[in-house]
């Protein structure tokens, strides 16, 4: 078991890098904005550029992790964040900003794909949960890593050096620029450091053995599989299930994703995860210095960190219970609180209501909470879990498109949303789209907590 956790825990360090990526551009926008003169929209697409890398991503990774492995596919995605963090550090315009961001992005949206594939194939049934929710909790590391950045580089920050001119910001060396009057150059590149860490380690684990069997190679798969099981008989009944499940199959993978079963997972999988990005969960990690701003708080960063906390603690508490309750359980209970909670931060932004600042912020953290516990631990669980062996890349890929469109499109019209249909009004949007998210998890999604992915590859076909 020391052998299975170790693997997961370094497949899950791609998802400290996709979580700081992702939310340490929450310090950054209106310095940015402010800098390059950026309206709504274009506060919008500085925000959702890098999920244009990530849609783009989501759809070869599937395609790089078949051909390539999981593992060269991770170094692949290690090698694009590097570059990103250092262009964005380095860069001389904006235009340069948008491109780094944009590599970035694809580096997110290959690691969201094949690290969880990763995980779950290496993990043992019971266990799986768990091990695949570490990659959700990496993601919350990085997200508490970047808002701690954040506040660090902008309260070291000199505001004086800030405020000064174009033309001095550009005579500033880089090292001033960084970390003063363009600190959110310093924010952006202090990823290289964990992305460093992901590219050394994930050379001392070997290849997923289920790729390795799909593609032939019984050898190594079996040697693998002898380390995370220690009976020999189980290695070969692992072997002889994954060789059952994959036996026969002639059609190409584009085909088999066709059959009416797979395509059913394939549907359902695209649709919770494109409605869980508009319950407002990646709102609150891209804009959510602006929304306390809104709400009246003089620290908006540091309240941004205390979510960042809440996040990361709940997602501990999540992995502990995912395979005690069940998937579908966290879902109905977590998903009900983001409904009451969402209605009450709309309420609290209420012209005439005139509520004081405790009451949003607790309503608020409850959020991430319910959020943490529920959607956002088990999304990528049953993503990496739900698909045939066979075709589990690809299937993966256009569901993770999915998501990051979603993404994206939260991305690029909050700002707008926040202007146009007010806080209140945004909120009130967000807890009506989880109703949707309710009824197919309870109607559409199989319990697959302690089963197998052959006994769920089974549940579809039937």
Known sequence: MGYVVFLSVVAAIGGILFGYDTAVISGTTDIVAGQFSLDDLAKGWYVGCALIGSIIGVLVAGMMSDFLGRKKTMLVSALMFSISAIGCAVCADLTQLVVFRMIGGFGIGVVSVVSPAYISEVAVPEKRGMLVSLYQLAITVGFLLAYLVNYLVLKSADTSLVAADTAVRAADSL????????????????????????????????????????????????????????????????????????????????????????????????????????????????????????????????????????????????????????????????????????LCIAVYFLPATNLPTWFMLTFFLLYVFCTAISISAVIFVLLGEMYPNRVRGLAMSIAGFALWVGTYLIGQLTPWMLSNLTPAGTFFLFAFMCLPYLWIMWRKIPETTGKTLEEIEEFWKK
């Not at 952006?188 to 050379?203: A, H, M, N, R, S």
């Not at 394939?266 to 649709?271: I, Q, R």
Request: charged share 20%; with cysteine; glycine share 8%.
């Open 175 to 342: 090292q001033v620029r960084m970390f003063n009057s363009e600190y959110w150059r310093g924010m952006l590149g202090y990823e290289t450091i964990p992305d460093l860490l992901f590219l050394i380690v994930i050379f001392f684990i070997p290849e997923s053995p289920r790729w390795l069997i799909v593609k032939g190679r019984y050898d190594k798969a079996s040697l693998v599989l002898s380390r995370i099981y220690p009976a020999k008989e189980d290695v070969a009944a692992q072997m002889d299930l994954t060789k059952a499940s994959i036996a026969g199959e002639v059609k190409s993978e584009w085909k088999s994703l066709l059959e009416p079963g797979i395509l059913t997972a394939v549907l359902l999988g695209s649709a919770i995860a494109i409605l869980g990005q508009f319950m407002g969960v990646n709102a609150v990690l891209y804009y959510g210095p602006e929304i306390f701003k809104d709400a009246g708080f003089e620290d908006p960063l540091f309240s941004t960190v205390l979510v960042g906390v809440v996040n990361m603690l709940t997602t501990v508490i999540a992995l502990l219970i995912i395979d005690r309750v069940g998937r579908k359980q966290l879902v109905y209970w977590g998903v009900s609180g983001m409904i009451v909670c969402l």
